[in-house]
């Protein structure tokens, strides 16, 4: 069992974290295969695969990376770093990371799009609904940035 202490971090947070950092230095490929499945080669290994699976959206428990937003239940990994050590590894942080980062990306294409083209009420419906479609973890809401506006 865990102990979360009073501001100090637990050994398996400062682990993620560790795994987290090396994360934003990997330049691997990735796949989205399906179904919320990502392939992510080996870092050491050619020609492996990691399979990464998103199987829950919310953040469930203490074991988190703050800066992915995930917990250690939002995804499963096929390594032995995940499947030993049940702790959020590179791999997963990796495929977080780019999922945050095509969401970002998504968000603004959408909001520049839609402030530059002046949409009605059917359009923005359209491209609410095809934003939904497109992205699997979902932080952010066209209409929560029309209503700042």
Not at 63 to 92: G, P, Q, R
Request: net charge neutral; charged share 20%; with cysteine.
């Amino acid at each position: 069992m865990v102990k979360l202490t009073n501001g100090q971090s637990t050994t398996r947070i400062q682990e993620i974290k560790k795994r987290h950092i090396k994360s934003i230095t990997m330049n691997l490929k990735m796949n989205f295969d399906n179904n919320n499945t990502w392939n992510v080669e080996s870092e050491n290994v050619p020609n492996q695969l990691y399979i990464v699976k998103q199987v829950n959206n919310e953040i469930c428990c203490a074991m988190v990376c703050s800066a992915c937003k995930i917990c250690i239940h939002t995804f499963e990994c096929s390594c032995l770093d995940y499947s030993i050590k049940s702790i959020i590894c590179k791999h997963i942080h990796f495929v977080a990371l780019n999922i945050i980062e095509s969401e970002n990306k998504l968000l603004e294409d959408l909001t520049s799009n839609l402030f530059t083209t002046h949409p009605t009420q059917e359009t923005d419906a359209d491209v609410t609904v095809t934003y939904w479609r497109r992205v699997g973890v979902v932080r952010y809401r066209i209409q929560d940035v029309c209503d700042a506006s």
